[in-house]
């Protein structure tokens, strides 16, 4: 609570809460537990899991309150209805809830009983109800409704009235132009290198490189009301661009664009190439066509470099060809006519090449240069993946490397005689420092070649060469001495290539042994990726090397590893050559001479560009490489590479892209949800209601983020969520974020109460957050050491500004978090002191009253002085000493002011009394993060005490990362006792119950004896579990956690102690989708299934205790001091397992001597 004057919020109860209602005229109190609204945040449409929502009464406002039942009794059901929005209304509470299907106002008396009806809302659900006046106004389905309560309680029929609102006019159909650099996904380079496609936000541009328009690949799409969605890109072989489309969802639309404008190119001469350049330049030359069948959802697509011709992978785990028929004559083909004639009208086709029953099955496809051979990842096993050959003309496929290991990335040479790809199969393991088990180091993949043909030789064996010979090779032809002099290249490019057309020199590949010619490049161990051959056949890479992160203990995601460096390895030198750091990812041209780099500038905060280079050439401005003297590295040019994407003009009209955001995210669902049937829905049906009723009433993003999340909520079911873009370039009409009003709210880590003090008063540090105060991103930053302030201290000012009791000081760091502030406190052994001080001024009339009485007293010792100086003349005149000056007044009336301090027990000799330090304000997450770490000190230290040691406690708060580093960072300590508590409450879910369960199931094997005298007995394994366990659980337990409770129930490891779960153990992350604007859409893609009876129970319900606990609220009553009562949850845990010990009475075995030896006898006598 908050006073209505200002100051600092005061915690009122000691549990989870986000409702409180007063009963009108009385002195009683409601209070609610997840009352928020049920279609968003965790809970769905028909929700019946652990986190419904709680009801408590407090009927005589005697900080009581009792559970209040809330159960559909006439339908004969057992289970409490999942509620929001509760409100106390006269002798009735009302609330919302969907007992029969859709959400609705009922009712029930103060008893819980007597359940009424109120509204017949039959589809779209009541929300946002709120009570004022006897009335209650909610919305259904974008309207407004109110209800007169005391009506509606008389008479159950009495019907809610729609309240019609008109709205003004929106600006969303207004176009916007937003920077295209900051929404720039992905650039493309020409076949040839001297233009690039650029995709921004969805849209498909063309441009030189450096210089000129850049020109919008547009698409026909048959729908003008919505935006049209860029969903791939790709250069076909004839330099044309072709772009994938989503206006048909689910069928995919292709769109072939003429070839890129050449204002200063050579002009046509005949007639049919005369008419085809008039209908490009006329900005008509497009051809719009589209597939017979739906394939799903592309992940890769790569054009053959020798014909128009594209393989696709898709979602559903399927290879396909897709090629372009002409109207007149034959498809193109490597060997005879290469080109699709987009003269004549185009119909794309597909044909299944593969696929795989596994899941993400296959990827990573490439083309040979003479366009008959594909190669690919195929995943045959859980774990490991095949590379495959493909030969086109035949369908025949061929195993290169089995799915033994994990294989992905091939890629063919330019001359046909290699095809690499990286490998995990460097098996090196590593004792981990932690757990003193043995693990796998991350980063060991390494690139791999195979020999095409069989009489290859080995290209890393170095040939009986001179060193003269030797660099004459590297300083000629390169390192392929049959790629040709670059005069020869020039002279084919401007043959007529319809008169002089030679078909790609065919590659041999002999298929028999194949799997024994693969060969490990010289190359250190590390993390590669994105491997290709230039035209001078180099082999370009990508090495990055795995750094672990502390992840935060508020579940923050750890961070990505930094870009990588690119390098090129050179067959004539048999070594690498670093080309760039901070390369994200790089792709070659068709011609592979040029490549295009995504880079990152170094830091959190480092700006992405994107740069055009040679390709196997190192950028100019590396390390060693510092360009010509005059050369411009830094803007947009040859010199430096760079491009500039702000060349394209990105114009976007919001209700357009809502539109198409909507469409996308119904199509996405379809095919993406792990149930086709949708669990019953008729999920196409309910888009379109949702489409005609809604939709075309929405007049902001935010507005659309509510309806999309609502109609996933139609699903029934977890891990369904759509997110706001990241970016806020737009404003309220626009759509976007908007701007952050508030600012980064700073913080200091502490709990202050306002102490009044005579005259004034300073806020007392009552509680400091800790966390581990040797890191700053997990301590609060008052507990740092070097800072001195402790709990008992006063603080009197921020940044020199005074406190008051108005403002609180969360106010005063208001946008401060990582800012330092200067804190004036008071350490607690001189507040009486300074108490004193205060009070004399206060008494002086404040700092004015002070300097006057200084004034005052110096007036009269100046007064003082003039007469003694008087006298002094004559003293003076008699050869007496005279009195000092001004120096002496000032000393005099500075001994005066010590004088009276020293009656207030100050010793100014001694220092102020006060001191100001310069700290850090810390951001919320760092501050959650230390709060969260004194949680578990303060508990286990509970646990430790009350059980005199024989109880560990560990607390887990997800399975990812962090949870992972949480329960080692405690159970190698914990494990040592006789039983163990493990604290799943609040556990965000993740991915890793598996590996901490199966430590949880690792009981000692054995003791390891030591010398008499020289240590006690020792478990083995050291880190194994003890003999009991108790596992705590609440309504806030979710995901991979309920699947952690549910087995370890299951597996009748020990009691589970608390209330139900969640209720939701769908999987996501394969199916999220980023919308056009940067919004996320999330839905499950695997359901999670349980043996032996329990199926599907987990889903909507979650997992049950043995003992279940609750923890109802409570008044706060020792706020001002810090008190809070006990947790009865864990106290219940620890009864248990001291009911265990005792019942069990463990105790270390008696070990008997050590043996003798079998050779005794020996020396005995």
Same mark, same amino acid.
């Given at each position: ?9 005061? +915690? ?211 729908? +003008? ?75 890769? @697509? ?134 003193? #088990? ?28 001179? !060193? ?5 090779? /590297? ?83 750890? /961070? ?28 070659? =041209? @068709? ?12 830091? +959190?905060?480092?700006?992405? /560009? ?61 095919? @993406?949800?792990?149930?086709? #049937? ?127 009791? #108005? ?12 800012? #330092? ?18 009070? @004399? ?133 914990? =494990? ?27 009981? !000692? ?20 579990? !003890? ?139």
């Amino acid at each position: 609570a908050v006073a209505l004057a200002g100051g600092a919020p005061v +915690p009122l109860f000691d549990t989870e809460l986000d409702a409180i209602n007063y009963e009108v005229g009385g002195k009683g109190l409601l209070l609610g537990r997840h009352m928020y609204d049920p279609v968003v945040a965790s809970r769905w449409k028909g929700y019946r899991g652990g986190k419904s929502g709680f009801v408590w009464l407090d009927r005589e406002g005697n900080g009581e309150p009792k559970r209040l039942p809330l159960r559909d009794e006439t339908a004969g059901s057992s289970e409490d209805l999942n509620v929001s929005c509760a409100m106390w209304i006269q002798d009735r509470i009302w609330f919302v809830a969907d007992p029969d299907g859709s959400a609705n106002l009922w009712s029930v008396d103060l008893d819980g009983q007597g359940l009424m009806k109120h509204s017949q809302h039959a589809f779209f659900d009541v929300r946002n109800a709120k009570v004022g006046a006897g009335s209650i106004v909610y919305t259904v389905g974008g309207e407004l409704y109110i209800l007169e309560a005391a009506a509606a309680a008389a008479k159950s029929k009495a019907a809610p009235r729609r309240i019609p609102v008109e709205f003004g006019a929106t600006l969303a159909h207004l176009p916007q132009f937003l920077d295209a650099e900051e929404h720039c996904e992905a650039v493309l380079l020409h076949p040839d290198g001297h233009h690039c496609a650029v995709s921004c936000r969805g849209r498909a541009f063309e441009m030189a490189l450096w210089e000129g328009p850049a020109v919008a690949a547009r698409s026909a799409g048959p729908d +003008p009301g919505r935006a049209v969605r860029c969903l791939a890109m790709e250069y076909l072989y004839s330099g044309r661009l072709v772009t994938v489309t989503d206006e048909l969802m689910p069928v995919l639309s292709f769109t072939i664009h003429p070839a890129p404008c050449l204002v200063d190119g050579e002009r046509p001469t005949k007639a049919q190439d005369w008419l085809s350049l008039l209908i490009a330049d006329a900005g008509v030359g497009t051809q719009h066509m589209r597939l017979e069948q739906p394939i799903g959802k592309i992940l890769d @697509m790569v054009c053959s470099p020798a014909h128009d011709a594209l393989v696709v992978t898709t979602n559903r785990n399927e290879l396909w060809l897709i090629e372009f028929q002409p109207s007149v004559g034959g498809r193109p083909s490597p060997q005879e006519e290469p080109v699709a004639n987009a003269d004549v009208p185009l119909t794309v086709e597909a044909k299944l090449l593969d696929k795989s029953e596994h899941e993400e099955g296959l990827f990573d496809p490439c083309w040979s240069s003479d366009g008959e051979w594909v190669a690919y990842v195929r995943k045959d096993s859980k774990r490991g993946s095949s590379i495959v050959l493909l030969k086109i003309a035949s369908g025949e496929k061929t195993e290169v490397s089995d799915s033994g290991f994990s294989n992905y990335g091939p890629c063919f040479s330019a001359d046909g005689r290699f095809l690499s790809f990286m490998s995990s199969r460097s098996f090196a393991p590593f004792e981990d420092e932690v757990t003193s #088990e043995l693990t796998f180091a991350c980063g060991s993949t390494m690139p791999y070649l195979v020999l095409l043909q069989e009489d290859a030789l080995n290209p890393f064996q170095r040939s009986a060469l001179s !060193p003269a010979e030797m660099r004459d090779r /590297e300083d000629g032809a390169g390192d392929n001495a049959d790629g040709g002099d670059e005069e020869e290249r020039d002279e084919d490019e401007e043959e007529d290539i319809e008169e002089k057309f030679q078909p790609p020199e065919q590659i041999n590949i002999d298929i028999g042994g194949i799997g024994r010619r693969i060969l490990q490049f010289p190359l250190p161990i590390g993390r590669y990726c994105n491997g290709s051959w230039t035209d001078g056949g180099k082999f370009q890479y990508l090495r990055g090397y795995g750094v672990a992160h502390q992840p935060g203990m508020h579940g923050d995601d750890p /961070e990505e590893d930094g870009p990588c460096a690119l390098f090129a390895f050179s067959f004539q030198r048999l070594k690498e050559e670093k080309l760039a750091d901070g390369v994200q990812d790089y792709q070659l =041209s @068709m011609d592979l001479r040029n490549m295009v780099l995504s880079c990152r500038e170094p830091g +959190p905060d480092g700006e992405e /560009e994107w740069r055009v280079h040679v390709a196997g050439e190192k950028l100019p401005g590396g390390d060693d490489d510092e360009g010509p003297p005059d050369a411009d590295l830094d803007s947009p040019g040859p010199e430096s590479g760079i491009l500039d994407i702000k060349r394209v003009s990105l114009e976007v009209v919001p209700r357009l892209e809502w539109a198409q955001v909507f469409e996308e995210s119904c199509a996405h669902v379809a095919e @993406m949800y792990f149930d086709d #049937e949708h669990g019953g829905v008729d999920w196409s049906a309910t888009c379109a209601r949702y489409r005609e009723e809604l939709l075309p009433r929405v007049r902001s993003r935010i507005e659309l983020t509510d309806l999309v999340t609502e109609l996933l909520a139609e699903l029934g079911i977890s891990h369904c969520s759509f997110s706001d873009p990241t970016d806020a370039e737009c404003d309220e009409d626009g759509g976007g974020g908007g701007a952050s009003f508030l600012g980064a709210q700073g913080q200091l880590g502490l709990r202050a109460s306002w102490q009044a003090i005579e005259g004034a008063g300073a806020w007392r540090v009552e509680q400091l957050t800790k966390g581990d105060t040797w890191d700053a991103r997990y301590s609060g930053p008052l507990a740092r050491p070097g800072v001195g302030i402790t709990e008992g201290a006063f603080i009197i000012a921020v940044n020199r500004t005074k406190v008051c009791a #108005e403002v609180s000081l969360e106010q005063m760091l208001a946008n401060s978090s990582g800012a #330092e502030v200067l804190l004036t406190y008071v350490p607690p052994q001189n507040a009486a002191r300074y108490a004193q001080v205060q009070g @004399m001024l206060h008494r002086s009339g404040g700092v004015d009253g002070l300097r006057k009485l200084v004034a005052s007293q110096r007036k009269s010792l100046e007064g003082k002085g003039a007469q003694d100086r008087k006298k002094g003349k004559k003293k003076k005149e008699k050869g007496k000493k005279a009195r000092k000056g001004p120096e002496a007044i000032q000393a005099e009336a500075d001994k005066q002011l010590a004088q009276m301090l020293r009656g207030m027990s100050i010793d100014v000799s001694e220092g102020p009394i006060w001191r100001t330090v310069r700290v850090k304000a810390v951001g919320l997450e760092t501050k959650r993060n230390a709060s969260l770490r004194d949680l578990v000190e303060d508990r286990s230290e509970i646990v430790h005490s009350l059980t005199k040691g024989r109880v560990g406690y560990v607390h887990v708060p997800d399975t990812c990362e962090l949870g992972f580093a949480e329960f080692y960072r405690y159970y190698g300590r914990e =494990s040592e006792r006789e039983a163990l508590i493990v604290d799943l409450r609040c556990n965000g879910g993740g991915y890793a119950t598996e590996l901490l369960l199966k430590q949880l199931r690792n009981p !000692p094997l054995g003791f390891n004896m030591l010398r008499p005298g020289r240590g006690k007995l020792q478990v083995s394994p050291e880190m194994s579990t !003890p003999g009991h366990l108790v596992l705590l659980i609440d309504e806030n337990t979710s995901s991979d956690g309920e699947v952690w409770a549910e087995a370890f129930k299951r597996f009748g490891m020990g009691k589970v102690v608390g209330v139900r779960t969640w209720g939701g153990v769908v999987s996501v992350g394969g199916a999220d989708l980023e919308t056009i604007d940067g919004g996320e859409l999330s839905i499950p893609y695997q359901h999670y299934y349980t043996p032996g009876g329990g199926g599907y129970v987990l889903e909507n319900h979650g997992a049950d205790p043995d003992v279940e606990v609750h923890w109802p609220p409570a008044p706060l009553a020792g706020a001002a001091a810090g008190e809070r009562r006990p947790d009865p949850q864990l106290a219940e845990a620890m009864r248990i397992a001291e009911e265990l010990l005792a019942q069990s009475k463990t105790a270390p075995p008696e070990i008997p001597k050590f043996p003798l030896s079998r050779l005794h006898r020996r020396h005995k006598g």
